[in-house]
């Protein structure tokens, strides 16, 4: 097949020496950033374009990109080992990798965690290979209409991930979605809720507000007792998975691979919408969903994999039309076109190396990202074992410097404080912090897509149920809303009964 | 905060006074300890030439933007030139005016420098209030601008900017153009156009970023833009956008086909973002001299050129003076569209 | 939930109060033509609304007055620690521009190692010491990032 001689000679450019050298450095920086909360691969990425300048673009490129999938390994390792999200992309690990740790299985959730990487970035490569054009033209159908249904869609998912109550994670997606209008209205152009604080004009920034939520308020929460007591870890059951614990993640990560993968073509959607669908979905299928949340595997091995497919994903408009879907997308163009390659269609035809050299370089990368991260669990392990009073205070000083190397300001170190200080009184007051991140994160883009879409139809609802698309995912979130509010009507029913018998 | 600590320290050493002689010798070491460290962070350099230490380049926009990205180039020149390390330091938000403000306060000491632009020091300051001014720096030159032109889809029915203008009047309200927020560059430009037009009526749909936007005109879900040629550069390449004119003095040289809005009529129309180098007002001359001759040198250099035109923008060089000129007149214009237009953000 | 459940329920009300008139005084235009105050508008309404189930339950919790429920969750807890650890914090993001990453953490770590869990001063120091040293060549010299260097001058 042509497709497999070109294959051949994208992995011929990648296994030369300097290219293969500059894959290495890439995933490893990418790794340690990964792995650092806060410092994201945007800002290495920026920083080291630079030493790429004397290289060929084939090289630069491995070497960018290597560092962007590299920190989606990363990300997750602190999300189970300290419940502070690598990424935001991470934050879903938190919610079971964390409780999978502190049973004493950080070891299976760490190795599960890079297996379904591993898969979910090997299978969007493939599916990009084939499908990279016509996906492109699906992409370009998504308008604003059809984001704001896909939104309405995420936000219904807000009630799958939470373990308690259903009317709390409702105020706290209230919460998040207010917390997402502060800074600048896109439309309008006006300042809301801003009190004249300048650095809140772009909004509150998910990095401090994640690691305030999920990690300070974590640390807090755990040396408000005395340390002596603190059982971290009580033993190390299994340092890798189990058969048990692959036959419960197979589903999951094959659907997490194909969920990433599509999510992440989406200009905006990515990584993080990704990990926030997988968990859900895997949580609805289950047949035990009470075990989410308490350290189900499944909730660890869907997302993980979805948002390295995401990664996949995210290539399709970049290659394809020459347009990047995020930020990091961006850099790498920017970086393409430094060295006048210019991506789109010509792409593959004027530049075949950097093309399939690309894709060749993302099986080396992650088939080096696997052989680095499988021997690190060891390690990590190891690291949990670090009595808690020497661990916090290093915890603690990885996220500050994290939080302020986002703008190399020290407010957002006050933001992450504060949220961490929220975080901690929520959690006393049984409140759970998942469904304020997801809601802040998708509020601003339904927002946005529906004065957006208003504006498109001078103010027609009717152009949201016109477009097939839109009106598709507007049906699925009507019926999942209904479907759940079915579920909650008869929970509280049970519980108007108990409490009549009882008086 | 070093102060409750030395408190907390003495109180411990009355309260132990038993272990008087060893608690004493621990007090000591530790101010060694953090006076050993305090001199750490001194540099070596005494008050030989500048500059001895590296210099800070403050970007007022995001790590993964353009504008970072060119400023990136030029530090790597300049400091190869001043045989210290430019370190590019991002500050952005609130439209470039974070790091504007940060800049502003700085000394001038001739270690702080800026990339003086059209946004922070341009549009911004015209529709919120910020806190400088641009009297407070002091200019070094211009190294480049990036230019905008009016995109429609490949496959619209409007082959030239008359047939547009025609169909826009004969339909108002139907047509929406796409830009990266409200206030921005290309925001400006469709209202110069559409006042400039006498009146069109094209709807405003503000997206976050540039990938946005350009999504959305591809799937034909805005009709037009008036942006940056950066932006659209690889989708005009790979003809499925179209420019249909320039929003510039002379036609592009990449596109000699391509008439400038002036040619069409539209004399008003000529909008550029521009991009200089500016530190802090009162910088001496010794050292402003050395910085403006390292920069002149730089921003002329081929090889930044050839760079800097390969992710979008266009190398125009002018000097201090120049540079200072041309700002206030820039100045005036930003004032005068967003009075008319009445876009103001607080 | 506990009785303890009425003071967020109460918080709640008044947020969703305040959000509400904030936003009422951004535009708040109409449905087809939505003002930058609409959504958070909504949203006021909606908290408001959404605390009163939260608010009746915890009344009526409260009424039943059964002992083993009001677990306390106040209680055996180490405010002092608390209380340093944050001030502490705190107390690092206002002075780290000014003095320096280099002194600053250093000092922060120290105070950490020490107040949280009684250790010697010396094995503090000395941990204090090798921790800036080796996040300083992580941060700085590996990744290149930005770290604050201080009045006294810069490190290269």
């Known amino acids: 097949m042509d497709i497999f001689s070109h294959l051949i000679y994208g992995f011929q450019v990648v296994l030369e020496p300097i290219n293969f050298l500059y894959c290495f450095v890439g995933v490893f920086i990418g790794t340690l950033i990964g792995v650092l909360p806060g410092i994201g691969p945007v800002g290495a990425m920026s920083i080291l374009l630079p030493s790429t300048f004397g290289v060929s673009p084939v090289t630069g490129v491995i070497m960018l990109a290597g560092i962007y999938y590299g920190a989606m390994y990363g990300g997750s390792t602190t999300s189970i080992l300290v419940n502070i999200p690598g990424e935001a992309a991470s934050v879903v690990t938190c919610l079971d990798g964390y409780q999978m740790a502190r049973q004493g299985r950080a070891g299976p959730a760490l190795g599960i965690s890079a297996m379904g990487s591993f898969i979910g970035g090997t299978f969007s490569i493939i599916a990009l290979m084939f499908l990279v054009y016509p996906l492109a033209e699906i992409a370009l159908k998504f308008g604003p209409p059809e984001y704001f249904s896909l939104m309405c869609l995420g936000m219904t998912i807000v009630a799958y991930l939470v373990k308690g109550s259903l009317i709390k994670a409702v105020i706290m997606a209230i919460i998040g979605l207010t917390l997402g209008c502060i800074g600048t209205d896109l439309i309008s152009g006006k300042l809301r809720f801003v009190f004249g604080v300048s650095q809140l004009s772009d909004g509150i920034n998910i990095v401090p507000l994640a690691m305030g939520l999920f990690g300070i308020s974590e640390v807090l929460t755990n040396i408000e007792k005395p340390l002596k007591r603190m059982i971290y870890e009580t033993k190390i059951r299994h340092i890798l998975p189990n058969l048990e614990d692959w036959k419960k993640s197979l589903g999951p990560i094959a659907r997490g691979s194909i969920i990433g993968f599509f999510l992440g073509i989406l200009p905006g959607g990515g990584s993080i919408l990704s990990s926030f669908v997988s968990y859900s979905t895997e949580k609805r299928i289950s047949k035990h969903p009470e075990e989410f949340g308490r350290g189900a595997i499944e909730g660890v091995a869907g997302p993980e994999t979805a948002n390295n497919a995401a990664t996949g994903g995210a290539f399709v408009p970049l290659l394809a039309l020459g347009i990047p879907p995020n930020v990091i997308m961006a850099l790498l163009l920017g970086a393409l076109l430094i060295h006048g390659v210019a991506p789109g269609p010509m792409l593959i035809i004027k530049h075949p190396d950097v093309f399939w050299g690309t894709i060749a370089s993302m099986y080396v990368g992650n088939a080096m990202l696997l052989l680095l991260n499988l021997p690190l669990i060891g390690i990590w392990v190891k690291l949990l074992k670090v009595p808690y009073r020497i661990l916090f205070p290093l915890i603690l000083l990885f996220t500050l410097i994290g939080a302020y190397s986002i703008n ?91 409490y009549g018998q009882k008086t | 905060m070093v102060k409750k600590h030395k408190q907390y320290l003495s109180f411990q050493w009355c309260n132990k006074r038993k272990e008087g002689l060893y608690m004493s010798k621990k007090f000591i070491i530790l101010i060694l300890i953090i006076g050993g460290l305090m001199c750490l962070d001194k540099a070596i350099g005494k008050e030989s030439s500048f500059p001895t230490k590296p210099i800070e380049l403050v970007c007022p926009y995001g790590a993964g933007g353009s504008t970072s990205m060119g400023t990136r180039i030029i530090a790597g020149t300049l400091s190869e030139l001043l045989g210290v390390p430019v370190i590019v330091n991002n500050k952005p938000g609130a439209g470039g005016s974070i790091g504007a403000a940060y800049v502003a306060k700085s000394k001038s000491d001739g270690y702080t420098l800026f990339v003086f632009n059209s946004g922070s020091n341009g549009v911004t300051p015209a529709i919120r209030s910020v806190e400088y001014k641009n009297a407070d720096f002091e200019l070094f030159g211009q190294y480049a601008i990036q230019t905008l032109a009016m995109v429609v889809k490949n496959d619209a029915p409007w082959k030239s900017l008359e047939e547009l203008v025609i169909y826009a009047k004969k339909n108002p309200g139907t047509l929406k153009y796409a830009t990266s927020g409200i206030g921005t560059s290309a925001h400006f430009g469709m209202e110069l156009f559409k006042s400039a037009a006498e009146g069109l009526k094209i709807d405003h749909v503000p997206f976050k970023s540039g990938p946005e936007y350009i999504a959305a005109l591809l799937g034909g879900h805005v009709h037009m833009g008036i942006l940056f040629l950066v932006d659209i550069k690889g989708p005009v390449e790979a003809g499925k956008l179209r420019i249909l004119a320039t929003a510039t003095e002379k036609r592009l040289e990449d596109y000699p086909d391509i008439p400038t809005f002036s040619e069409l009529g539209y004399p008003e129309v000529k909008l550029t973002a521009w991009y200089g180098i500016a530190a802090p007002n009162g910088v001496p001359k010794e050292i402003s001299d050395k910085l403006k001759d390292a920069l002149y040198k730089t921003f002329r250099h081929p090889e930044v050129k050839k760079m800097l035109i390969h992710i979008g923008y266009v190398p125009v060089f002018r000097d201090a003076e120049q540079f200072k000129k041309f700002v206030s007149e820039e100045e005036k214009k930003f004032q005068k569209i967003a009075k008319e237009a009445n876009i103001r953000v607080d | 939930m506990k009785k303890n459940d009425l003071i967020p329920a109460i918080i709640w009300i008044i947020l969703g109060i305040a959000v509400a008139i904030g936003s009422y005084r951004l535009k708040l235009g109409n449905l087809a033509n939505p003002g930058p105050g609409l959504m958070p508008f909504l949203l006021g309404i909606a908290l408001l609304v959404c605390s009163f189930p939260v608010l009746i339950h915890s009344f009526l919790k409260m009424m039943r007055k059964t002992e083993q429920e009001e677990k306390i969750i106040w209680s055996e807890i180490d405010f002092k620690k608390l209380v340093i650890v944050l001030t502490s914090l705190i107390g690092y993001a206002v002075i780290l521009e000014k003095i320096g990453f280099v002194t600053t953490t250093f000092l922060l770590l120290s105070i950490l190692f020490k107040t949280v869990d009684s250790q010697k001063w010396f094995s503090v120091l000395i941990a204090s010491i090798l921790t800036v040293i080796i996040t300083y060549f992580l941060f700085v010299v590996i990744l290149k990032v930005e770290l604050p260097s201080g009045f006294l001058g810069r490190i290269v």
Do not use: W
Not at chain 1, 411 to 423: A, E, K, N, R, S
Not at chain 1, 450 to 474: E, H
Not at chain 1, 475 to 491: D, N
């Open chain 1, 408 to 498: 190399n300001s020290t407010f957002d170190i006050f933001l992450m404080i504060f949220f961490g200080i929220v975080g901690y009184l929520l959690r006393k007051f049984e409140y759970e912090e998942a469904p304020l991140l997801l809601a802040f994160i998708l509020g601003p883009m339904l927002e946005q897509a529906f004065r957006q879409s208003l504006i498109m139809s001078n103010g027609k609802l009717s152009i949201f149920f016109v477009r097939p698309i839109s009106l598709g995912a507007l049906i699925l979130s009507i019926a999942l809303f209904i479907s759940t509010g079915i579920t909650v009507f008869r929970k509280a029913r049970k519980e108007v009964i108990k």
